[in-house]
Every structure is written in structure tokens, then in C-alpha cells.
Nanobody, 122 residues
């Protein structure tokens, strides 16, 4: 019902910047929250940043002050501006969204993008 298209990754030197984008598409959907996860080889997936439809934001401690998440509700798009990138930020970044639907009762739905590679060189 909902597809997430994430993009914007690439190769950047330490201290550089990247801007990730994630556009949601489909029909008859409403997303309550969107965000970004990341996973490096041999490490568990972790939540990087999230934002609700009302604009409430949360960040992983290690990215606070460097990353900024924003959302355009009209375009169903979420962005992650990443500044002062460090080699430790190297990972596959996945867009994530939480929605709901009605089928007798209300149920939550979770969606994932296919991931975009971010590589930060020293």
C-alpha cells in the first residue's frame, strides 16, 4: 500500500555533508511518524532520527548537533541533513515509516525503504 523511496547516499570525506531524502507513495494512506535507521556490517540496526506528523523529533545521542530531520507532510517526504560526518557514520541508511489502517479495528503498519549507502572516509 505504501512504498518508501530513499536516496541521497554516497561517498564523502570526514567533515562533509549529505542530505538523504525519503518519499512515500501509494493511495489512501496516512503516516504518523517517519525516520531513519542505519546498520553497519557486524552491528545491530539503530534508530538515527525520527519525526512525528506534529513535528516532534528524536535523535540518536551520537548524531545530535550534526544531523537534522525534517518532514514535508504535503509531499509525504522526510529528509535527513547530515553535517560534520564521521567515519563512524558509515552504514546503510534505511527510511522507516509508521502508519495505520482500519479493518474492523485499527492496526499499525510499518514500512521500510530499500536503503542507501553512506560511506565516510577519513
Amino acid at each position: 500500500q505504501v512504498q518508501l523511496a530513499d536516496s541521497g547516499g554516497g561517498l564523502v570525506q570526514a567533515g562533509g555533508s549529505l542530505r538523504l531524502s525519503c518519499a512515500a507513495s501509494g493511495s489512501d494512506f496516512s503516516l504518523d511518524a517517519m525516520g531513519w535507521y542505519r546498520q553497519a556490517p557486524g552491528k545491530q540496526r539503530e534508530s538515527v532520527a525520527s519525526i512525528t506528523s506534529k513535528g516532534s523529533r528524536k535523535y540518536l545521542d551520537s548524531v545530535k548537533g550534526r544531523f537534522t530531520i525534517s518532514r514535508d507532510n504535503a509531499k509525504n517526504t522526510v529528509y535527513l541533513q547530515m553535517n560534520s560526518l564521521k567515519p563512524e557514520d558509515t552504514a546503510v541508511y534505511y527510511c522507516n515509516a509508521l502508519g495505520s489502517h482500519y479493518n474492523g479495528g485499527y492496526y499499525f503498519d510499518e514500512y521500510w525503504g530499500q536503503g542507501t549507502q553512506v560511506t565516510v572516509s577519513s
